[in-house]
């Protein structure tokens, strides 16, 4: 499997071209030489960074740092990205343009001549005997007449988890319903000390507060032409799964952090103190640490941002910011010297700020003053993504003749289920 070739990469806001012999190593796909380019990478981005700060800044030396440290962290995103290649493939097969493994021959057939040509009575009672079109498929009972492929569906579900870095790492529930209804309590139960014989009144009752999650619909609506669908010699099933996974999974990066909950998930920063959110949850809104610096991230602040997650809910905690914040961080040290951040060392494994696992998620702010700019905690105790079952696809061959439309959908909502396992690092002093 290879990855595919990157031409630029970007450094604050100034495209640097990646180095040739770096990008045929990500090009070649091989875990072990990233791993190797990776590592050989960050020995040289400290050596010239402490260079810099040791009185060395000069535009030669500050171009010779950032470039590296650009490619640090393609090298690591390519090594990331190897990881969730080599598990996608485990669960779906290839799904870099190979020909995938087809589990069922009978659904796959029926599937890409309804794709094809639509469906007559026989089209369909083929088709309701090897499983994909039924009005009453599992989590499609209200969509009545829906053609709602099965195999499909789990591959698009797949393929959404590997490219979403919030729904891989949050909770997911699937329902069959219209929504999904969590009750919290207040905690405000009473108690007291007594003696032996002393009366035993009443004490305060804890209230109990329920918060809905309910999903919205998101859709999309691809028109291709008939003469182009009969004509096609490429596997239109896997095309159009594609097609719709890369939009469905760019719509549910932005919804799951920023949404406003308005038909979309309710975003995770719209829950952190003084955002729009803050007051939703009954246990109140995700806490905020200060940088340490009105423009610039600190190791000090990164250290208050880890300690500031209570001890016993920082199991499965870890750092999400995007690759331009993570390029920020490769250039902090501790007090003794040391660099906080440290590539992987081995395939499989993220890279780390002192200690704690770092995931990259593209939709975070860049570091700018005030900006939440990096999030720390367990993302599954925190954050539960509701996936109504199914996704529908209706084949629409009147609409804009002649060329036959998709109509899919998937219903998916999102919200903070426990905001006390996560911090967000503000940009500020």
């Known amino acids: 499997m290879k990855m595919q070739p990157t031409r630029s990469i970007l450094a604050g806001s100034t495209a640097i071209a990646l180095p040739r012999a770096i990008q045929r190593v990500?090009?070649?796909?091989?875990?072990a030489e990233i791993l190797a380019a990776l590592q050989k990478d960050f020995a040289e981005f400290k050596t010239a960074n402490d260079e810099k700060l040791n009185g060395k800044a000069d535009v030669v030396t500050d171009e010779k740092v950032e470039r590296i440290n650009a490619s640090v962290g393609e090298l690591q995103a390519a090594l990331d990205?190897?990881?969730?290649?080599?598990?996608?493939?485990?669960?779906?097969?290839?799904?870099?343009g190979e020909k995938a493994r087809v589990p069922d021959p009978e659904y796959s057939k029926a599937f890409a001549s309804f794709f094809r040509e639509g469906s007559d009575e026989a089209t369909i009672k083929?088709?309701?005997k090897s499983g994909v079109y039924a009005a009453m498929t599992v989590g499609t009972q209200g969509d009545g007449g829906y053609f709602a492929p099965v195999e499909w569906d789990r591959t698009v579900t797949g393929k959404l988890k590997e490219r979403s870095p919030i729904r891989e790492n949050a909770k997911i529930q699937s329902i069959s319903g219209a929504g999904f209804r969590k009750l919290y309590s207040d905690?405000?139960?009473?108690?007291?000390?007594?003696?032996?014989?002393?009366?035993?009144?009443?004490?305060?009752?804890?209230?109990?507060?329920?918060?809905?999650?309910?999903?919205?619909?998101?859709?999309?609506?691809?028109?291709?032409?008939?003469?182009?669908l009969e004509d096609a010699e490429v596997d239109i099933e896997q095309w159009l799964a594609d097609e719709v996974e890369v939009e469905f999974s760019r719509q549910e990066n932005i919804a799951f952090l920023s949404g406003d909950g308005v038909n979309k998930?309710?975003?995770?920063?719209?829950?952190?103190?003084?955002?729009?959110?803050?007051?939703?949850?009954?246990?109140?809104?995700?806490?905020?640490?200060?940088?340490?610096?009105?423009?610039?991230?600190?190791?000090?602040?990164?250290?208050d941002l880890f300690y500031s997650v209570p001890k016993e809910l920082r199991a499965g905690a870890k750092l999400y910011a995007n690759r331009l914040t993570q390029g920020k961080m490769r250039k902090?040290?501790?007090?003794?010297?040391?660099?906080?951040?440290?590539?992987?060392?081995?395939?499989?494994?993220?890279?780390?700020?002192?200690?704690e696992d770092v995931v990259e998620v593209p939709d975070l702010p860049d570091v700018a003053a005030n900006a939440i700019t990096a999030l720390y905690g367990n993302m599954e105790a925190t954050y539960l993504?509701?996936?109504?079952?199914?996704?529908?696809?209706?084949?629409?061959?009147?609409?804009?003749?002649?060329?036959?439309?998709?109509?899919?959908?998937?219903?998916?909502?999102?919200?903070?289920?426990?905001?006390?396992?996560?911090?967000?690092?503000?940009?500020?002093?």
Request: charged share 15%.
């Open 332 to 355: 902090l040290k501790d007090g003794d010297g040391n660099y906080l951040w440290q590539p992987s060392f081995a395939a499989g494994q993220p890279a780390t700020l002192a200690g």
């Open 187 to 228: 905690r405000t139960v009473g108690s007291g000390w007594v003696g032996e014989t002393a009366s035993r009144p009443a004490t305060s009752t804890p209230t109990i507060t329920p918060l809905d999650f309910t999903p919205g619909e998101l859709y999309a609506f691809p028109f291709a032409s008939q003469i182009l």
């Open 26 to 31: 990500i090009n070649k796909g091989d875990p």
């Open 265 to 303: 998930p309710f975003g995770l920063l719209t829950y952190v103190a003084g955002a729009a959110n803050a007051a939703k949850h009954p246990w109140g809104a995700i806490g905020v640490v200060n940088s340490g610096s009105a423009a610039a991230l600190t190791s000090d602040g990164f250290i």
């Open 126 to 128: 083929a088709a309701q």
């Open 81 to 96: 990205a190897q990881a969730k290649e080599i598990a996608a493939f485990r669960l779906n097969g290839p799904s870099n």
């Open 385 to 429: 993504v509701v996936d109504r079952l199914g996704i529908s696809v209706l084949r629409d061959n009147l609409t804009n003749k002649p060329f036959v439309g998709f109509y899919t959908r998937k219903r998916v909502g999102g919200g903070v289920y426990n905001p006390e396992p996560m911090r967000a690092l503000k940009v500020a002093a």
